[in-house]
């Protein structure tokens, strides 16, 4: 049923191009403050101050990998506690059945790798990942982002997104090109 289904926007985006970071920086901020709130900027290089100004929030994926280890951790000591307890019982030594500093090796093993997946696939989940293409790829000159140039992009899915509004917001700046990224 087309009762949900979301329109796809006409564009997918503006873009603005800049030939270096100190002006990145200025328009990132501004912008964010101006309230768009899905925006994203591509550096040919890590920029601290950027990524804070696109979005000064922390992220998921520190929630996820602790879910991630605390599930891992959980399923390791209830698996030796289901094998050595309850399942298969040997009594080595005269100790008890449970006995918890035994179990603290392979659970500890198993907190690692439940914390090890969940970045993995919690990164993989929150970028959208694997894409072979994206919308982005479609703006004149992106391919300068890996070498010397600055992008700013303000998404078509952003609140208070409008075409031409955005044109001239990111006009305002020191940007070399602002352009409408189609899908």
């Given amino acids: 049923m087309a009762l949900f289904a979301r ?20 328009a990132t901020k501004a912008t964010y403050e101006a309230g768009y709130r899905r925006i994203e900027a591509y550096t040919p290089y890590p920029i ?3 990524s804070e100004a696109v979005s000064p929030h922390r992220g998921r994926l520190p929630l996820i990998v602790l879910l991630g280890g605390i599930i891992g951790g959980l399923a390791g000591y209830a698996l030796q506690y289901y094998t050595q307890v309850i399942d298969y019982s040997l009594n080595i030594g005269g100790r008890p059945f449970h006995s918890w500093p035994s179990f603290v090796p392979v659970t500890f093993e198993t907190t690692i790798l439940g914390a090890s997946l969940a970045a993995v696939f919690g990164m993989l989940g929150l970028n959208g990942l694997p894409r072979p293409h994206h919308p982005i790829f479609n703006a004149p000159g992106f391919e300068r982002a890996s070498r010397n140039h ?5 998404e078509c899915y952003d609140q208070k997104f409008n075409k031409d509004e955005v044109l001239k917001f990111l006009n305002g700046f020191k940007a070399l090109e602002v352009s409408v990224v189609d899908w």
Avoid: C, H, S, T
């Fill in 7 to 26: 329109k796809k926007p006409e564009v997918y985006g503006v873009i603005a191009e800049f030939d270096n970071p100190q002006d990145l920086l200025a």
């Fill in 48 to 50: 601290e101050e950027v």
């Fill in 150 to 154: 600055f992008f700013l992009l303000v």
